[in-house]
């Protein structure tokens, strides 16, 4: 069972790597790059390994048994 948690941001988007640590998932921009990398995240469903993926409201991430939904502030 995943932990949902709403994510608001006041911008357009936000990066996937600046996401993970804006919603303290990763400690660390370091940390982030290596889940995204190893293919440990998803976005919508899908494993993404590009961590300058742009994330707008409306989207669905999951690291382990996080899910993160944005949406705008």
Known sequence: ????EKIEINTEFIKLD???KF???TGT???AK???AEGMVTVNGEVCTQRGKK???GDTVCL???EL???KA
Not at 1 to 4: E, L, V
């Open 1 to 4: 069972m995943k932990k949902t």
């Open 18 to 20: 600046s996401l993970l």
């Open 23 to 25: 919603a303290a998932l």
């Open 29 to 31: 921009g370091g940390e």
């Open 34 to 36: 290596f889940v995204i």
């Open 55 to 57: 994330i707008y409201p």
């Open 64 to 66: 382990n048994e996080f």
């Open 69 to 71: 939904a944005v949406v």
